[in-house]
């Protein structure tokens, strides 16, 4: 078991494995545990260790969910308001400038969109715009575009 802050109740892994965060709800009352991040390693076997800091504050907004990017680069806290990260060397988290977004009202849930993702297999090549070209791109998939027809 390792310690999380106060009321954990959400969890993301980063895209390579190595780091996970934990949303902590808190409580927000006075001398007890105030809504946070906690950040832990991943070891051999699974196991989780605490980063340094083992966890971030946040104040108020009791962040109720969490989100880590595609490109592994940025967290996200879903809360009121949504509090966001860059991801530095080793996983480590620092807020980003602004630190917080506004929302309306009190998120519950936090998602990133993927974006413009390049296919890496034939069977995704020909779904969505993609096709395969052998020897123009060495067995790798390019967008496809459809243009008018030449005269």
Same mark, same amino acid.
């Not at 980063?14 to 965060?21: E, I, L, Q």
């Not at 060397?89 to 998120?107: H, I």
């Given at each position: ?6 009321? #954990?109740?959400?969890? +993301? ?21 105030? #809504? @946070? ?19 971030? +504050?946040?104040?108020?907004?009791? #962040? ?7 490109? @592994? ?24 400038? *602004?630190?917080?977004? +506004?929302?309306?009202?009190? +998120? ?5 969109? #993927?974006?413009?993702?390049? *296919?890496? &297999?034939? @069977? ?15 067995? &790798?998939?390019? &967008?496809?575009?459809?243009? @008018?027809? &030449?005269?």
């Amino acid at each position: 078991m390792v310690a999380a802050g106060d009321v #954990p109740i959400g969890v +993301a892994v980063s895209p390579d494995g190595r780091s996970v965060y934990v949303a902590n709800e808190g409580t927000g009352e006075p001398g007890e545990d105030i #809504p @946070g991040v906690s950040q832990y390693d991943v070891g051999a076997g699974g196991k989780l260790s605490p980063k340094n800091p083992a966890t971030l +504050a946040v104040g108020l907004g009791h #962040p109720r969910a969490v989100a880590v990017s595609p490109n @592994g680069e940025s967290v996200y806290l879903a809360g009121t308001p949504v509090h966001q990260y860059d991801v530095g060397a080793g996983g480590e988290l620092s807020p980003k400038d *602004p630190a917080t977004v +506004a929302d309306c009202g009190g +998120a519950f849930g936090v998602a990133v969109s #993927p974006g413009a993702r390049v *296919p890496t &297999r034939e @069977g995704q090549c020909k779904h969505g715009g993609w096709k395969q070209f052998g020897f123009k791109s060495q067995g &790798r998939c390019i &967008r496809f575009v459809k243009r @008018g027809s &030449r005269k």
